[in-house]
C-alpha cells in the first residue's frame, strides 16, 4: 500500500493539486482500495494529527509574531540588527538571517518565524536587487533555526522521548543554533561579494545607540522568554502566552502601535495563519501515520543499530536517513519514534544523548525547507508569491550551506556540548 499511496502523492502534486488534498486524498484511495482498514481512520488520523497539546503553542507564537509585526517589534529589532552590521556588504541579507535568530528565540516556531521576518524583508531584499530566488530561498531557510534556539518545541519533544534534561538540551541548541546561523551568514557575506551587492551606509555611534534604545522592549523579551524558561518560571507552553501578551502589551501600549482595530486584525490574521499550517500537519500526519504502521521508521532505525559499528558511519547514515524522512515525516513524529529506537545504540557507541538531539534536529530542521514537504515552502508562498519550481533554484544553495552546517554540528560535538558543560549539566 505504502508505494501506492506515494505514487499518488507525488502524482497529485505534480497536477498541481493542493498539497492538503493531496496528502488526504492519497492516503483514503489507499485505504479504500488496497487495505482492509475502514477509510474513516483517515479523518481520524487526521484530526489526531493536530489533537496535540504541545500544538498549543503554535497558534500563541504566531499570535505573538503578528503581535510583533503589528506591534513595531519585529521592525525595530530588524532596525537593530540593520544598524549593527547593515554597512557590511551583503548586510540587508545578512540582517535578515540575524533578525530571524533573534525572531526564533521569541516564537519558537519556524513558520512563525518565517511569516513575520519575510512580510517585512521580502520587499526590502528586492528593492536592493537580490533576485526573487535568492530573497524567497533566504526567507525560508531563516526560520529553520528556530527549530535549535530555544524556546524550541521539538526539542521538548525529545527531551520528552528519550528522557533527556530539557535544559541541557536548550543550552546545546543555543551553542548549535547560533553556530547554524553564523554559517548562513558567512554564505551570504560570499554571495554579496561574489554579485557586488554592497552594504548600506555605516551607522553612526549616535545611530546605533538610538536603535538600540527604540529596540529595547523587542531585544528585553528575548530575555524574558529564554530566562523564564531556563529559570524554570514557566514551561515552554507558557512562555508562548507570555510572549503573546508581552507582544501585544508593548505594541499597544509602549509603542502605541495596536488599536483595538488593528488587535481584531491581527488575532484574524493569527487565525487564518494558523488554519492553513495545522490542515498542512493534519494532512501530513496521515502519511506518517501510514509510513509508521508500515513500519518503515522502526525498519530503518533497525537497519540503522544492526550494521554500524563506529560512531562516525553510524551519524553519517544517521544523517542520511534522517534528511530523507525529514522530507516526508513531521518532525515531531520522526523525533518520537526514531529517537528512542537508536538511543541505546548510540550511548553504546559514545554518542552524548544531548548531541544526539541536536543532531536529530538539525536535520529535521533542514527538513522544514527540503522539497517535497518542507512546511517553511508552504508558509512562505503567502509572501513570496512564487511556485514551487520558481524557488526551488534559490533554495538549493541554502540547502548545501545548511548542510556543510550540519556536517560540523555532526562531527565536532564541543559546537553543542560548550554551553551545557559551561552551565554545570
Known amino acids: 500500500m505504502i508505494p501506492t499511496v506515494l505514487t499518488l502523492l507525488f502524482a497529485l502534486l505534480f497536477l498541481g493539486s493542493p498539497v492538503f488534498i493531496a496528502l488526504s486524498l492519497a492516503t483514503f484511495a489507499g485505504f479504500l482500495f488496497f487495505s482492509d482498514i475502514s477509510p474513516t481512520i483517515v479523518l481520524q488520523r487526521t484530526f489526531g494529527g493536530i489533537d496535540k497539546y504541545v500544538l498549543i503553542c503554535l497558534p500563541l507564537y504566531i499570535l505573538g509574531a503578528e503581535a510583533m509585526d503589528v506591534g513595531g517589534l519585529a521592525s525595530r529589532m530588524i532596525r537593530w540588527c540593520k544598524a549593527i552590521i547593515g554597512h557590511v556588504s551583503g548586510g540587508l541579507a545578512m540582517a535578515t538571517q540575524a533578525a530571524a535568530m533573534f525572531f526564533g528565540a521569541l516564537a519558537g516556531s519556524s513558520p512563525a518565524t518565517v511569516t513575520a521576518v519575510g512580510r517585512i524583508l521580502y520587499p526590502q531584499l528586492l528593492r536592493e536587487g537580490y533576485g526573487k530566488t535568492f530573497a ?45 546561523g553564523l554559517v548562513t551568514l558567512l554564505y551570504i557575506y560570499y554571495y554579496a561579494q561574489k554579485n557586488k551587492h554592497k552594504g548600506a551606509t555605516r551607522a553612526t555611534p549616535r545611530e546605533i545607540v538610538g536603535a538600540t534604545k527604540d529596540a529595547f522592549w523587542s531585544l528585553f523579551a528575548t530575555v524574558i522568554i529564554i530566562g523564564g524558561i531556563f529559570a524554570g518560571l514557566f514551561t515552554v507552553t507558557e512562555a508562548a502566552a507570555v510572549a503573546a501578551v508581552y507582544a501585544i502589551v508593548v505594541g499597544a501600549f509602549v509603542y502605541k502601535e495596536i488599536t483595538w482595530k488593528k488587535l481584531y486584525e491581527l488575532c484574524l490574521s493569527s487565525a487564518i495563519t494558523t488554519a492553513k499550517i495545522m490542515i498542512v500537519i493534519a494532512g501530513a500526519s496521515t502519511i506518517s501515520w501510514i509510513l509508521t504502521i508500515g513500519q518503515v521508521p522502526q525498519q530503518v532505525a533497525t537497519f540503522l543499530t544492526e550494521n554500524f559499528h563506529t560512531s562516525w558511519s553510524f551519524l553519517l547514515f544517521l544523517n542520511f536517513v534522517l534528511l530523507v524522512l525529514g522530507m516526508f515525516l513531521e518532525a515531531s513524529i520522526a523525533l518520537v519514534v526514531i529517537a528512542p529506537l537508536i538511543l541505546s545504540s548510540a550511548v553504546s557507541l559514545g554518542i552524548d544523548p544531548i548531541h544526539l538531539g541536536i543532531i536529530m534536529v538539525t536535520n529535521l530542521a533542514i527538513g522544514m525547507f527540503t522539497p517535497p514537504f518542507g512546511l517553511n515552502i508552504f508558509v512562505s508562498k503567502s509572501i513570496t508569491r512564487m511556485t514551487m519550481m520558481e524557488i526551488l533554484p534559490g533554495l538549493w544553495r541554502f540547502i548545501w550551506v545548511s548542510l556543510i552546517a550540519l556536517l560540523f554540528i555532526t562531527y565536532i560535538p564541543w559546537i553543542t556540548m560548550a554551553v551545557p558543560k559551561w552551565l554545570g549539566y
Not at 141 to 168: D, R
Open 136 to 180: 524567497s530561498g533566504l526567507i525560508i531557510q531563516s526560520g529553520a533555526v528556530s527549530l535549535l534556539i530555544p524556546p524550541s518545541i521539538t526539542l521538548v519533544l525529545y527531551a520528552f522521548a528519550t528522557n533527556t534534561s530539557i535544559g541541557a538540551l536548550y543550552a546545546g541548541g543555543m551553542g548549535s543554533g547560533i553556530f547554524f
